[in-house]
């Protein structure tokens, strides 16, 4: 047996998984009811811990961002960037997102206009439409980011300034110290959790393409369609992932960007561009508006399960999916500083994900409130046809919805090419070129498990089975913030560069 498949961690978190997905496939009921119950549990009596645990994440981000440690490099004090800024962003946006923001871009806003988060809001108002949109800023902005800047941030600072390997294990050294089990602990669960939230993104992603090809070919939805999807992109995720992280991934995240860039354009032109740029407007002025309120909100006094299902799942969803996340953000952000980095990762794909919500979610809003359609009940009925119902309303419909199936292809492709190197690397203690059969093994675990999770349930199943390895990874990321509160504080910081001629001066004068 090779090296590489003798890893403790490798060993551990892929036989967790694999029994995972035997159990689904044997008794995929039991599967999805078990999921469903760890669900309730950890949304019900910890849901007040996502909540303050995600908002002191960017209250902490912030404050470093603008302290005086914003300008230690990530790598060596004179390294610049390893990416063109567009790249980067696009690298970001497709490992960040991937096809979550298609999906729910229409999908969001309409089901908050359908059935709103407060219980005195009535129903597909202007008012509806309004706390819609803004709730869906809020669920795709800097909170969401947060988890993955710390994350990522911990493990770039350590692979490029402090020449370590980039596993969690390590980052949490200064904590927990150098014991061989609980670092192959930490790195398994961390694995765990990757791996269930890319089954969660993949299988939506999946879910909407058959959606999409029902729209626009006829083709039913139905759960062998599916599977058929999730083999044909395993077979072309791990092509791309063979070429490697500076072809397959690169190019496939400027193709998104790209393709992302050109479907925006199109629905803002064709669709109501007034409106449009009216709602992105006001979206922003009621996100700044509620921030602390959204971000701490629970109903302990009328109840109701709406946080649970939205903000609550999404934070734990983002938490799951942020060792992945956080990794591949590392690795691409090599030479920025951290201030730069900070910014640049809560503030960009956020402001593009929120005008996307508007340009989308906002075209579908208008044509329900003005032209008296009934995309919001369609999107209640079959959350999955939500962009391709929008798509009916506006011109070229079918060219449009051709290319949103190609993006959506190319984001999970991204997405999942991402994760298989992430994973391999993370199972192969770290390295930056893990062994080609490593990432093949994960990729075929990871659509296996979605498919099991397809299967097992749809969307419920998805959604539950990415937030049971988010709770224990939450206390994770805590200790993140602590570990690297200790490292930066013994960093010697960039000097001023009058400093270093006051010193050069002296020194010839001296000389």
Request: with cysteine; aromatic share 14%.
């Amino acid at each position: 047996m090779k090296k590489e498949f003798r890893n403790p961690v490798f060993m551990i978190s892929a036989s967790v998984i694999l029994v995972l997905v035997i159990l689904g496939a044997v008794n995929p009921e039991g599967f999805g009811a078990v999921a469903t119950t760890l669900f309730n549990f950890t949304t019900i009596n910890f849901g007040w811990f996502y909540l303050i645990s995600v908002f002191g994440f960017v209250i902490f981000l912030v404050a470093l961002a603008l302290s005086k440690y914003g300008k230690i490099k990530i790598g060596p004090p004179d390294s610049k960037p390893e990416y063109p800024f567009f790249t980067w962003i696009g690298m970001l946006f497709s490992a960040g997102f991937g096809a979550g923001l298609v999906f729910w871009g229409v999908a969001e806003p309409m089901s908050h206009f359908f059935t709103t988060p407060f219980n005195s809001l009535e129903a597909q108002t202007e008012d509806a439409a309004r706390v819609a949109m803004g709730y869906a800023f809020f669920h795709w902005g800097i909170n969401q980011w947060s988890v993955f800047a710390i994350v990522g941030l911990l493990i770039a600072y350590l692979q490029f300034r402090k020449d370590k390997d980039g596993l969690v294990s390590t980052a949490l050294e200064p904590v927990l110290g150098k014991k061989k089990s609980v670092k192959t602990s930490i790195d398994s669960l961390a694995v765990i959790a990757t791996v269930m939230g890319i089954a969660t993104s993949l299988g939506l992603g999946i879910l909407q393409m058959n959606g999409g090809l029902k729209a626009v070919f006829g083709v039913p939805n139905s759960i062998w369609i599916q599977l058929a999807i999730t083999g044909a992109l395993l077979a072309l995720y791990l092509i791309s992932s063979s070429s490697g992280l500076n072809k397959g991934i690169k190019w496939l995240s400027n193709i998104n960007l790209g393709l992302c860039l050109i479907l925006l354009a199109f629905v803002f032109i064709a669709g109501p561009t007034v409106f449009i740029l009216n709602t992105f407007t006001l979206g922003l002025g009621d996100y700044i508006t509620n921030f602390v309120g959204y971000s701490l909100r629970l109903t302990p006094y009328e109840g109701g399960s709406w946080l649970r299902d939205w903000t609550i799942f999404y934070w734990a969803w983002v938490i799951a999916w942020s060792p992945f996340v956080g990794a591949f953000v590392a690795r691409v952000s090599r030479g920025r500083s951290i201030r730069q980095f900070i910014f640049g990762v809560l503030v960009v794909p956020p402001a593009i994900a929120c005008f996307w919500i508007a340009t989308f979610g906002g075209t579908a809003l208008n044509s329900d409130l003005n032209n008296g359609t009934n995309i919001a009940e369609a999107v209640n009925n079959d959350v999955t046809v939500a962009l391709f119902e929008t798509y009916q309303h506006l011109p070229m419909t079918g060219l449009l919805s051709i290319l949103s199936i190609l993006l959506i292809a190319t984001f999970l492709i991204t997405s999942a090419d991402s994760a298989t190197y992430i994973l391999a690397s993370m199972t192969s203690n770290g390295t930056l070129t893990p062994a080609l059969p490593i990432k093949i093994i994960w990729g075929v675990l990871m659509a296996a498990i979605a498919a099991v999770l397809l299967v097992a349930g749809g969307l419920n199943a998805l959604q539950t089975a990415s937030l049971v390895s988010a709770l224990p990874f939450t206390v994770v990321i805590i200790l993140f913030v602590y570990a690297f509160t200790k490292m930066i504080r013994k960093e010697p910081l960039p000097r001023r560069r009058e400093e270093h001629t006051e010193q050069h001066f002296h020194k010839r004068k001296n000389g």
